[in-house]
C-alpha cells in the first residue's frame, strides 16, 4: 500500500491544464435540480457533481472511472473551505472531471451513505469528522480517503492536484493492486458490521456496572467533561450525560455529580453561546472555552432534555437558568414560521469561522460603554481562539462563576446582567449572520419535540409545550402518509424529501409517547402505535433485528450500528418506544418485538456498553427490566417480569389475587400488602400504570372498577387515585376458557418507591 500511495513531483502537461477554459464558464451542475441546501451550495461549482444515485454510479462502472465521494453538510466550515479553495478552482475541477466520477452527499439527508463511509474511514485513518472524502472503485469499494486535502503541498499533506493525478495514474497502470486494496478494506468493513456471536446474553445490570466504571474513570474532574485519549477536543454526549442523571437518581451521587459538574462547566465557556444561548457543536480545548461554531438542533435539543431535567433533580438554579436560554435560542434562531425547526447555524459568516461571534473588548466597551463594561467584566472574559487573533470567544470566568456557584448566586448574577447582554446580541444581530439550514429532519424535530414537552412540564413553561405540540401535529401532517404509512426523513422548501430512516420513525414515536404522558391525549399514543406497527414493517429482519434502513433499500455495505455517544442511535429509540408501548398497553407483541431486536445487538453493546448510555437506561428503568428480565428458575413460581428481582421488590410480592363467586358471576378480589397501594382505574396521570384486567393481553371491556381514594405524597400533593387494603372489581360474564385467559397488570407502591409492575396470570376458578 505505501508504495501504491508513494507521492512524487507531478509534471502536468500542457494538453491537460487546456481543458479549462470550458471549466471557468462552467453552468449550473446536476446538482441544480436538488432541493437539498447543501446540494445546492455547490450546484455552480465547475465541477461536473452528481448526486448519489443510479446515473452517477452507471457511469463509472460505463466508463470504469474511479468515484470521488465528498460527504458534507451545510453547517460544516471545512467543507465550505474545500469548497472555495478546491471545487470553486477551475484548476483542480477539470481534473476531477476528466479523472473521476464526482459525488456529493449531504450526511444530512443520506445518514446511511455518511455511516458506511465513515466506518471505511475509521479502519482506514482511525479518525473521524467531515468532510470525509472517499476515494472508491466503480463497485463503490473505498481505496483512499481523507478529510480536507489542501490545494497546495503542506509539511503535512501532499497537494490535491498532486493526489488527484496520483490515484488517477495508480488506477490506469495497478489497478490490480488497487483493486486488491479496496477488497481488503471491504472486507473489514463487512466484518465491523456483523452484530457477531448471537449467544452473548442479555446482561443488562452487568452492562450498566461497567459503563459507569469506565465513565467514571475517565470524567474529567477539573474541566468536567470525559476525556479521550486521542484528541484534546470535548463533545456534550448528551445521552451520556441524561443516563448518568439517571444513575444518580437510581442512588449512585458521583454519576450525577460527574453529569452536573460536566453541565455547569460546558454552560461556562465558549461552547455556550453566552448571549444568545443555545451550544456549539463541540470545543476544541478541553475547558470548553472555544468552540467549533457550527450549531445544530440535534445537539441543542438533546442538551435542553438534559439541563432541565438536572434542575428536576437537583434545583440548582443555573441549570434552570440554561435550560431556559437553550430553549430561547431553539425558538428564536431554529424554529420556522411553519413551527418546525431547522436543522442548524453554519460555522462561519462570509468565510471566517465563527466571524458574527467574536468579540474585542474595544467593541464591548463601545456597545456598552466603560462602566457597563466593567460590569459585564465581572463576570465575563475574552479567549483568543487561536494564537494571534484579533478577536475572541466570550466565557464566564471560571473563578468568579465556580465561587458564585458555592454560593448558590450564579444565576443571580447572569439575571442581573440581562441588560448588557441584550445590548451586545443587539449588536451581534446587526452583523452578518451565518446561514441556517432550514431543510426539516424529521428525527431531529422529534427530539427538539420530545425536549420541548419535557422541558416544559419540568420548568412548568406550558409556551415549551404548546410549540412542541404544534410541531409534532406539522409533522404528523406533512411527514407521515397515513396510506401507505410511510414516514419521510425530510421536508425541504415546500418539498418532500426521502423516505425515512429507523430513527425517523422511532424518535418521533418516542416524542409522541412523550406527549402523551405530558398532555395526557390518547391521539398521541395513538399516533405512537401507528409509527412502531410502520417501524416494525418496514425495518425488522427476519432475526427482529431493526435496520438502519428500510428493508427495501439497497447499499453496497451493510450499515453498522452507531451506538448512542452524541444521539440515541435508531436501535436504541426504537427498543425505548417498544418497552414503553409494552408498559403502557400490557400488550406482549410490543416486549417481545424489544427482545428480538436486543438480541442481535448484544455482541457490540456487551463489548462497549458505555457507547449505549440511551439503551442502558431503557434497560435499567422499570419497564425494561420488566421487559428484559432473565426468565425464571425453575419452580420459581413468581410472574415472568419479577424473575431475577430480589424478594419484595416485585409487585406480585405485595399483591394477591382470589376469585369470588357471587350471585351476579365472579368477582376478582385484591388484597394489597399494609403500607402499599395500587392504581385506581383510570389512573390519575397517564405515566402511572392503571390496575387492569387483561384478556389475552389486552384491557377486558365491561370491568367495574371500584371509586379510588386519594394519597397525597409529598411529592403530589393534587392527590393520585389509588386502592388500598382490599378491593373488589367486578367482571362480565365470560365463557371458562376466557376465564382462563385472564391476568391483572398492577404496580404496588407506598410513599417513596414504586415496586417493578407485574402482570398476575389468574387461574381459572373452579
Given amino acids: 500500500m505505501r508504495a501504491l500511495y508513494r507521492l512524487g513531483a507531478l509534471v502536468l502537461c500542457f494538453a491537460t491544464w487546456g481543458l479549462l477554459d470550458a471549466a471557468r464558464a462552467a453552468p449550473a451542475n446536476r446538482l441544480a435540480a436538488s432541493h437539498d441546501p447543501y446540494l445546492l451550495e455547490h450546484a455552480r461549482d465547475p465541477v461536473d457533481w452528481y448526486p448519489w444515485g443510479s446515473e452517477a454510479l452507471e457511469k463509472a462502472r460505463r466508463e470504469n472511472k474511479p468515484i470521488y465521494l465528498s460527504i458534507g453538510y451545510s453547517a460544516c466550515y471545512w467543507c465550505h473551505v474545500a469548497q472555495r479553495t478546491l471545487y470553486r478552482n477551475p484548476q483542480i475541477a477539470a481534473l476531477m472531471n476528466r479523472w473521476f466520477v464526482n459525488v456529493l452527499v449531504d450526511r444530512e439527508q443520506r445518514p446511511d451513505i455518511d455511516h458506511i463511509y465513515m466506518l471505511a474511514r475509521q479502519i482506514m485513518t482511525r479518525d473521524s469528522g467531515w468532510p470525509n472524502n472517499v476515494f472508491l472503485t466503480p463497485d463503490l469499494q473505498p481505496f483512499y480517503i481523507g478529510s480536507y486535502f489542501p490545494p497546495k503541498a503542506t509539511a503535512q499533506q501532499q497537494g490535491f492536484p498532486t493526489l488527484l493525478a496520483t490515484l488517477h495514474r495508480n488506477w490506469t497502470q495497478h489497478p490490480g493492486e488497487v483493486r486488491r486494496i479496496a477488497a481488503q478494506i471491504a472486507q473489514a468493513m463487512q466484518s465491523a458490521a456483523v452484530a457477531g456471536d448471537a449467544s452473548v446474553p442479555i446482561a443488562a445490570a452487568r452492562w450498566t456496572q461497567t459503563a459507569q466504571t469506565e465513565a467514571l474513570q475517565r470524567f474529567d474532574a477539573l474541566d468536567g467533561g470525559f476525556s479521550a485519549a486521542t484528541s ?4 456534550p454526549q448528551p445521552p451520556l450525560l441524561n443516563w448518568l442523571l439517571a444513575r444518580g437518581a437510581a442512588g449512585h451521587p458521583n454519576a450525577e455529580h460527574a453529569a452536573v459538574f460536566t453541565l455547569q462547566a460546558m454552560a461556562q465557556g465558549g461552547l ?71 436543522t442548524a447555524l453554519a460555522a462561519e459568516t462570509g468565510g471566517v469561522e465563527g466571524a458574527t461571534d467574536l468579540w474585542t473588548t474595544a467593541q464591548i466597551d463601545a456597545v456598552l460603554g466603560k462602566r457597563q463594561a466593567g460590569a459585564w467584566f465581572s463576570l465575563y472574559a475574552l479567549v483568543p481562539p487561536h494564537a494571534g487573533a484579533k478577536a475572541e470567544v466570550l466565557r464566564q470566568r471560571r473563578d468568579v462563576a465556580e465561587a458564585l456557584l458555592r454560593q448558590g448566586r450564579l444565576a443571580a448574577r447572569l439575571q442581573r446582567l440581562a441588560p448588557q447582554r441584550r445590548a451586545l446580541l443587539a449588536a451581534r444581530d446587526r452583523r452578518p449572520q451565518p446561514r441556517r439550514d432550514d431543510k426539516i429532519v424529521t428525527a431531529d424535530n422529534a427530539l427538539a419535540i420530545r425536549a420541548l414537552a419535557q422541558a416544559g412540564m419540568a420548568l412548568d413553561d406550558a409556551a415549551w409545550v404548546a410549540a412542541a405540540v404544534r410541531a409534532a401535529d406539522w409533522q404528523w401532517q406533512h411527514a407521515w402518509n397515513p396510506r401507505q404509512r410511510e414516514l419521510l426523513h425530510q421536508w425541504v422548501g415546500g418539498h418532500a424529501g426521502n423516505a425515512g430512516f429507523l430513527d425517523d420513525y422511532a424518535e418521533l414515536a418516542r416524542a409522541c409517547l412523550t406527549l402523551a404522558r405530558v398532555q395526557r391525549d390518547a391521539r398521541w399514543s395513538q399516533r405512537a402505535s401507528e409509527l412502531a406497527d410502520a417501524m416494525l414493517t418496514r425495518f425488522a429482519a427476519p432475526d427482529g433485528s431493526l435496520r438502519a434502513i428500510q428493508a427495501t433499500d439497497t447499499l453496497p455495505f ?194 417513596t418507591t414504586c415496586l417493578a409492575p407485574s402482570v398476575l396470570q389468574l387461574a381459572a376458578p373452579r
Fill in 232 to 235: 484534546a477536543a470535548r463533545f
Fill in 272 to 342: 455556550m453561546d453566552q448571549l444568545g444561548g443555545g451550544f456549539h457543536r463541540y470545543a476544541v480545548d478541553p475547558a470548553w472555552s472555544v468552540p467549533h461554531f457550527e450549531r445544530m438542533l440535534s445537539d441543542n435539543a438533546q442538551l435542553l432534555a438534559v439541563y432541565a431535567r438536572a434542575y428536576a433533580q437537583t434545583g440548582l438554579p443555573d441549570l434552570r437558568w440554561t435550560a431556559q436560554r437553550t430553549a430561547d435560542f431553539l425558538l428564536r434562531d431554529l424554529r420556522l414560521p411553519q413551527g418546525v425547526f431547522a
Fill in 558 to 751: 451493510p450499515t453498522p450500528l452507531q451506538g448512542d455517544v452524541h444521539r440515541p442511535s435508531g436501535q436504541s429509540a426504537a427498543i425505548a418506544v417498544l418497552v414503553e408501548l409494552a408498559r403502557r398497553t400490557g400488550q406482549a407483541h410490543w416486549a417481545e418485538a424489544a427482545r428480538r431486536a436486543l438480541r442481535p445487538m448484544a455482541p457490540q453493546v456487551s463489548a462497549r456498553p458505555l457507547d449505549w448510555p440511551d439503551l442502558l437506561q431503557t434497560l435499567d428503568s422499570a419497564a425494561g427490566r420488566t421487559v428484559f428480565a432473565p426468565p425464571a428458575p425453575p419452580g420459581d413460581a413468581r410472574p415472568a417480569d419479577c424473575a431475577g428481582l430480589p424478594q419484595g421488590a416485585c409487585s406480585s410480592d405485595r399483591v394477591q389475587a382470589n376469585w369470588l363467586q357471587t350471585t351476579g358471576g365472579w368477582t376478582l378480589q385484591v388484597q394489597i400488602a399494609p403500607g402499599f397501594h395500587i392504581n385506581a382505574n383510570p389512573a390519575s396521570e397517564p405515566n402511572l400504570i392503571a390496575t387492569t384486567v387483561l384478556l389475552h393481553g389486552q384491557p377486558l371491556q365491561g370491568v367495574r372498577y371500584p371509586p379510588s381514594q386519594q394519597f397525597r405524597p409529598e411529592f403530589a400533593p393534587q392527590g393520585i387515585a389509588v386502592w388500598e387494603g382490599q378491593v373488589r372489581l367486578e367482571l362480565p360474564a365470560l365463557a371458562p376458557a376466557q376465564r382462563a385467559a385472564l391476568a391483572l397488570r398492577v404496580q404496588a407502591c407506598n410513599a
